[in-house]
């Protein structure tokens, strides 16, 4: 089998509301897509993290730099491919935006394995640890309007509660009073046994950090998700050292060398690699490891379409409990509870997951071969940016 090609579809659409986070508003939903055919008729599907014009960049990446390098070859050689690919690519970037092509890449030819052998990846990982995964609602963004966001975001907060999530987590940085405010509203819209988690996008500096962190400890609040820049790892490690609010991050680090820096420096109680970012599924499992060598949990970050979903839910389904022992704390999906027709509309088969959490409050792991996603067609065509 030979893979005859690497073709780049970049989606978006119109959202109903303008949405944002400490960093930025957007009015539009985008996804970038990776599809790797081969000879065989056997089709792979992964995704590049990076929206909007960052997946232009990144569509020149999969289509001109790497594509060249893998048609023609094995799609079974991953381990292969992605080494010579990063090597080539070493001395123009170890991260950002050709990691995320790579990312997208990586992630489509462990789909065309999974389907070539007719098993999941979780299974061609070394097999399932558990059949479904507790699930935390992401949403509560913020807008431009902010006059009535602490009622806003308590709404929004119990109505991801009453479908059934059993943890939530909301974006602040609006200054440090005015994000206490709002995440006072959004705990006291919340049971007190529904977990909540809150997003910085490192909006602070670390004595900022330190004065939202000591509210949110007393709070109950369970992670503070990145509260200073990624560069900053000495803030980060002074933030865990100095405050009992588990400091998680990690969402823009890439491969295992930079993941190397921030677990041996005690940055993060909790770690969040982004698999469509770091390298993909191969690189991936071995930040994985590093972390469960330096005894630190993961919970996968996760943003995109139903296929980064889909991945995410397998590389679950292979993560081995850390430490262990009967009753282990579990990883958690991160499931988008906005506006995303790239979740609904876009595969022949869904993935069920809010069906499942009204259920059980947990997302069932299907057992497809690959990651279980493909696209529809005529979505792909819909949604098509030229």
């Not at 995440?183 to 602070?204: F, K, P, W």
């Not at 400890?217 to 803030?235: K, N, S």
């Amino acid at each position: 089998m030979k893979i005859t090609a690497v073709r780049s579809h970049r989606l978006g659409y119109q959202l109903p509301e303008t949405l944002g986070y400490s960093q930025q508003m957007y009015d539009r939903r985008s996804a970038h897509l990776v599809e790797v055919s081969t000879d065989e008729g056997i089709t792979g599907w992964g995704e590049c993290f990076g929206p909007g014009p960052v997946a232009i960049a990144n569509q020149t990446i999969v289509e001109q730099v790497i594509a060249p390098l893998i048609v023609g070859r094995n799609p079974m050689d991953r381990e292969v491919l992605w080494h010579e690919v990063y090597n080539r690519l070493r001395d123009h970037g170890q991260k950002g935006m050709p990691l995320q092509a790579l990312s997208g890449v990586d992630i489509a030819l462990w789909d065309l394995a999974g389907k070539a052998t007719g098993q999941s990846i979780a299974t061609m990982l070394g097999g399932r640890f558990r059949e479904s995964v507790p699930v935390y609602g992401y949403g509560m963004m913020l807008r431009p309007d902010t006059t009535d966001l602490p009622a806003r975001f308590a709404e929004e907060a119990a109505a991801i509660e009453a479908a059934g999530f059993t943890a939530t987590k909301m974006k602040i940085g609006l200054g440090v009073a005015q994000d206490i405010r709002l995440v006072e509203a959004v705990r006291g819209a919340l049971r007190d046994e529904t977990r909540l988690m809150v997003d910085a996008n490192h909006a602070y500096h670390v004595t900022q950090a330190f004065a939202v962190g000591r509210a949110l400890e007393q709070l109950g609040v369970y992670w503070f998700e990145e509260p200073v820049a990624p560069e900053d790892l000495d803030g980060y490690r002074e933030l865990r050292a100095g405050l009992s609010v588990n400091i998680a991050g990690g969402e823009a680090e890439f491969t295992r060398w930079g993941w190397r820096a921030l677990l041996e420096k005690r940055c993060v109680s909790i770690a969040q690699p982004e698999v469509c970012g770091l390298g993909g599924i191969s690189e991936f499992m071995k930040v994985l490891t590093l972390c469960q060598t330096h005894m630190v949990p993961v919970v996968n970050h996760v943003w995109g379409s139903a296929v980064s979903v889909a991945a995410n839910l397998q590389l679950l389904a292979a993560q081995p409990p850390l430490p262990g022992g009967l009753h282990p704390d579990e990883p958690m999906l991160e499931y988008d509870t906005t506006h995303n027709a790239f979740m609904t509309d876009l595969p022949l088969e869904g993935l069920g997951v809010t069906e499942s959490v009204a259920a059980t409050g947990r997302a069932a792991i299907p057992d497809r071969p690959g990651h279980g996603v493909v696209p529809d067609p005529e979505v792909l065509e819909r949604y098509r940016l030229r």
